[in-house]
T-cell receptor, first 113, second 110 residues
Framework: GAGVSQSPSNKVTEKGKDVELRCDPISGHTALYWYRQSLGQGLEFLIYFQGNSAPDKSGLPSDRFSAERTGGSVSTLTIQRTQQEDSAVYLCASNEGTGGEAFFGQGTRLTVV | DQQVKQNSPSLSVQEGRISILNCDYT??????FLWYKKYPAEGPTFLISISSIKDKNEDGRFTVFLNKSAKHLSLHIVPSQPGDSAVYFC?????????FGQGTELSVKP
């Protein structure tokens, strides 16, 4: 595709439910990142995939959060038993894995009610 | 542990003047630095970058300066335009992992 695509663009869920957020990176990009932006906050690093290496999960805030990247392409961020503090915009980015410019998707706005 | 810090949450500048956005980092192993711009309800977009082996990079109205001894980088926008009003994030990279600062909201007034 032409850019990084994220779905859904908006998600409202009830507290305690599980949610899955999807990211389609730019074709050929080996690196994929997930970030979170809570209201009034900066871009909080969550997880980083680089090729076939083990992902860097050091930013995941709790064990309710997990992410997969299947076939080196599409990634899914899963949040189990959502809490109100999980409400944020979740942003995905990809690049060629050289540490240079990363391209972002439009984000998924998650609201937990 | 905030490895990349933007200590000014907001900045207001008059149109035509220079905007200077600042960023500090703590990890001397970072090898690449980037600036992103973000409008509301959109993903961040890349603006300009600099390698750790350089001290300046210029692209049109945008110049990034890197002071490695001070672990400080800055973004200069001159002349500032109302369309530059956005949130600006600095980012640092090591081994491909990108760490962002908290952002500075720039407002350019006509």
């Amino acid at each position: 595709g032409a850019g990084v695509s994220q779905s859904p663009s908006n998600k409202v869920t009830e507290k305690g439910k599980d949610v899955e957020l999807r990211c389609d990176p730019i074709s050929g990009h080996t690196a994929l990142y997930w970030y979170r932006q809570s209201l009034g906050q900066g871009l909080e690093f969550l997880i980083y995939f680089q090729g076939n290496s083990a992902p860097d999960k050091s930013g995941l805030p709790s064990d309710r959060f997990s992410a997969e990247r299947t076939g080196g392409s599409v990634s899914t961020l899963t949040i189990q038993r959502t809490q109100q503090e999980d409400s944020a915009v979740y942003l995905c980015a990809s690049n060629e894995g050289t540490g240079g410019e990363a391209f972002f998707g439009q984000g998924t706005r998650l609201t937990v009610v | 542990d905030q490895q990349v810090k933007q200590n000014s949450p907001s900045l207001s500048v008059q149109e035509g003047r220079i905007s200077i956005l600042n960023c500090d980092y703590t990890n001397s192993m970072f090898d690449y630095f980037l600036w992103y711009k973000k409008y509301p309800a959109e993903g961040p977009t890349f603006l300009i970058s600099i390698s750790s082996i350089k001290d300046k990079n210029e692209d049109g109205r945008f110049t990034v300066f890197l002071n490695k001894s001070a672990k400080h980088l800055s973004l200069h926008i001159v002349p500032s335009q109302p369309g530059d009003s956005a949130v600006y994030f600095c980012a640092a990279s090591r081994g491909g992992k990108l760490i962002f600062g908290q952002g500075t909201e720039l407002s350019v007034k006509p």
